[in-house]
């Protein structure tokens, strides 16, 4: 009886047909609400596409509004890192070949040099020099004024590096056993290495003992420094980044000559005055990756 009167009770709730109500309430009633609500919605989306065009409005569309000492990264000093190609995953650190196999899937060198060349054509299309945005610039000069004002020092790779071991003709040297790896420092606006000549190095080394005997050479591709056996210079005319349309970011090739069939860990670092390169745990100014070349067929 009480499960019959529960029943009944929830049914006219629904719908009462003696007070022409539905979940308690009757025509004017849900109208008037849908009314309230339907107001109180269209203004708080009003409002909120409102605030959001004021903020686009004063934000800027080619860089961050807090750059340089204003941003959260100087909290612990502005310090570039280091990225590096061929990387197949970003969570793989890994280069293994082998320079006579080209498409197995674990030793075929062909997918770094894809990796190399889609990453060149992507990042180094050719600088339009649209208004003169793109200048030539000389080593060892500083173009700050003009890289304030949008304009970007050329950086013509091709050209710059077209009588290295390091090009795509010659496969990014994984053709034979010294492979190449790309390097470049990441990007921070407003920043400039600082040091005696005002010009930022890379240097790379086993990351262990055994890891540096297993090292037999590296040779270093750098604008004006062709075959360097010390060190990757980044001159100080190409900083500091402003976020140019047309900027180009230098970078440098490392080719190394290790011992085959064994694991060499790298580890690459950054020097000038104003960047820390000794911290192991965030990477700062700094890279690590692993280079196996195999020459079992």
Same mark, same amino acid.
């Given at each position: 009886?009480?499960?019959?009167?529960g029943?009944?009770?929830?049914?006219?709730?629904?719908?009462?047909?003696d007070?022409k109500?539905f979940?308690?309430?009757?025509?004017?009633?849900?109208?008037?609400?849908?009314?309230f609500?339907?107001?109180?919605?269209?203004?708080?989306?009003?409002?909120?596409?409102?605030?959001?065009s004021?903020?686009v *409005?004063?934000?800027?569309?080619?860089?961050?509004a807090?750059?340089g000492?204003?941003s959260?990264?100087?909290?612990?000093?502005?310090?570039p890192?280091?990225?590096?190609?061929?990387?197949?995953?970003?969570?793989?650190?890994l280069?293994?070949y082998?320079?006579?196999?080209?498409?197995?899937?674990?030793l075929?060198?062909?997918?770094y040099?894809?990796?190399l060349?889609?990453?060149?054509?992507?990042?180094?299309?050719p600088q339009s020099n649209t208004?003169?945005?793109?200048?030539?610039?000389a080593?060892?000069?500083?173009?700050?004024?003009q890289?304030?004002?949008?304009?970007?020092?050329?950086?013509? *790779?091709?050209?710059?590096?077209?009588?290295?071991?390091?090009?795509?003709e010659?496969?990014?040297?994984?053709?034979?056993?010294?492979?190449?790896?790309?390097?470049?420092?990441?990007?921070?606006?407003?920043w400039?290495?600082q040091?005696?000549?005002?010009s930022?190095?890379i240097?790379?080394?086993?990351?262990?003992?055994?890891d540096?005997?297993?090292?037999?050479?590296?040779?270093? $591709?750098?604008?004006?420094?062709?075959?360097?056996k010390?060190?990757?210079?980044?001159?100080?005319? $190409?900083?500091?980044?402003?976020?140019?349309a047309e900027?180009?970011?230098?970078?440098?090739?490392?080719q190394?000559d290790?011992?085959?069939?064994?694991?060499v860990?790298?580890?690459?670092?950054?020097y000038?005055d104003?960047v820390?390169?000794?911290?192991?745990?965030?990477r700062?100014?700094?890279?690590q990756?692993?280079?196996?070349v195999?020459?079992?067929f």
């Open positions: 009886m009480g499960s019959d009167n029943e009944g009770g929830l049914k006219k709730f629904i719908w009462n047909s007070t109500e979940l308690g309430r009757d025509g004017a009633s849900w109208g008037k609400i849908s009314i609500y339907a107001i109180f919605y269209a203004g708080l989306g009003a409002f909120f596409v409102g605030m959001l004021i903020f *409005h004063f934000m800027p569309r080619d860089k961050p807090y750059y000492t204003e959260t990264m100087n909290i612990r000093g502005l310090n890192g280091i990225g590096f190609r061929p990387q197949i995953d970003v969570e793989d650190l280069i293994v082998n320079p006579a196999v080209m498409e197995d899937e674990r075929g060198h062909r997918k040099v894809a990796n060349k889609n990453f060149l054509d992507a990042k180094y299309t208004d003169d945005s793109v200048i030539k610039c080593n060892g000069n500083t173009y700050e004024e890289l304030r004002e949008g304009k970007s020092c050329e950086f013509d *790779h091709k050209a710059l590096f077209a009588d290295s071991p390091c090009t795509e010659e496969g990014f040297g994984y053709k034979g056993s010294k492979p190449c790896v790309l390097l470049k420092m990441n990007k921070i606006i407003d400039s290495p040091s005696a000549n005002g930022a190095v240097r790379c080394e086993g990351a262990a003992s055994g540096r005997d297993n090292i037999k050479s590296i040779s270093y $591709y750098s604008e004006g420094h062709m075959g360097d010390n060190q990757a210079v980044f001159d100080l005319k $190409y900083f500091p980044f402003m976020a140019q900027y180009r970011a230098p970078f440098a090739w490392a190394f290790v011992t085959p069939n064994t694991l860990n790298v580890l690459c670092r950054i000038a104003n820390d390169n000794q911290d192991k745990l965030n700062r100014g700094q890279a990756f692993s280079l196996f195999s020459n079992i």
